[in-house]
């Protein structure tokens, strides 16, 4: 199954930066790109009030123009990259989680029209970053420039999300020819003196920090030999704290959808939500890939 690079396009300035990143995304995984549209008809919230009155609502021209020009342009600037348009009935999120079934990645902006200024993340991102059912990026902040040559960072803390978050970041840093960050966030030091069996078990943490980063490296060195993988021990107040301050240089952070401790229930945990609002970078959501309907 030729999966695509799905991105969301309603022509803001933050999606069409989303889809320059979506082009080259496509173009690294040789796969086809396609710039999808959600809308919603104007009498209801993405369903007709009565369908026997209103029928299905019809895709509207100026978006149609809309996404055929940005097609245009990303052909133009991308060589070799295959690009299609849709328009669907529905809202935006909910019309990408649909799509991600089929997808290879989704990638989004951080808002879209109508967002506010205020807000680092749309609900649009917010509900893909947390329903999908492929990897999603969410290409943030769209008013700076992010630099695609840095390396790709990963949060490592010993989870199922966490490894999974780490094959995608070396696979994502190998098409990139990038280095690979595998970054444990540990508790800052105090300054005052601290009981001996308190001094034991930072000793215990560390080691653990340590080994963890040791097992990562190598399991990413296994399917990567040729990848350049860095282990980093960083000291900050939270482990989103020290994952954001990380991506500071970085082309883009990779994050699980629940670290240690995540509830089974949470589609995206506390970490993964805070990393995605607040990152310098943009932050790859290692959602594991779905069967297709």
């Excluded at 996404?67 to 600037?77: F, G, H, N, P, Q």
């Excluded at 990638?107 to 947390?130: E, P, T």
């Excluded at 945990?269 to 932050?283: E, F, L, N, Y």
Aim: glycine fraction near 10%; proline fraction near 8%; charged fraction near 20%.
């Amino acid at each position: 199954m030729n999966r695509p690079v799905v991105v969301g396009v309603d022509g803001s300035p933050s999606s069409l930066v989303a889809a320059e990143h979506a082009a080259r995304a496509a173009v690294l995984r040789r796969r086809p790109l396609h710039l999808v549209h959600g809308y919603l008809h104007p009498l209801g919230y993405g369903v007709p009030l009565n369908p026997y009155d209103l029928g299905v609502p019809a895709p509207t021209e100026h978006a149609e123009k809309m996404l055929e020009r940005t097609a245009a342009d990303l052909a133009d600037r991308w060589p070799g990259l295959t690009v299609e348009v849709r328009q669907v009935a529905g809202g935006p999120g909910a019309t990408l989680v649909a799509e991600s079934r089929r997808a290879e990645l989704v990638v989004v902006g951080s808002r879209g029209l109508g967002g506010f200024a205020g807000l680092l993340l749309g609900s649009v991102g917010a509900q893909v970053a947390a329903h999908a059912h492929c990897p999603v990026l969410v290409v943030r902040p769209e008013e700076q420039p992010i630099p695609v040559d840095g390396p790709v960072v990963v949060g490592v803390d010993g989870s199922k999300s966490a490894r999974l978050a780490a094959g995608y970041a070396a696979d994502e840093a190998a098409r990139r020819n990038v280095p690979l960050v595998l970054v444990h966030v540990d508790p800052p030091d105090g300054d005052r003196p601290v009981p001996e069996e308190v001094e034991e078990s930072q000793a215990a943490y560390r080691a653990e920090a340590v080994r963890l980063l040791a097992g990562a490296s190598a399991a990413v060195r296994a399917d990567h030999p040729d990848l350049v993988v860095r282990e980093h021990q960083v000291r900050a107040a939270s482990p989103a704290q020290g994952l954001v301050e990380a991506s500071g240089e970085a082309s883009v952070l990779a994050v699980g959808t629940r670290g240690r401790g995540g509830f089974a229930g949470l589609l995206l945990g506390s970490v993964s939500q805070a990393v995605v609002q607040h990152a310098h970078c943009p932050v790859l959501v290692a959602h594991p890939y779905e069967r297709a309907d």
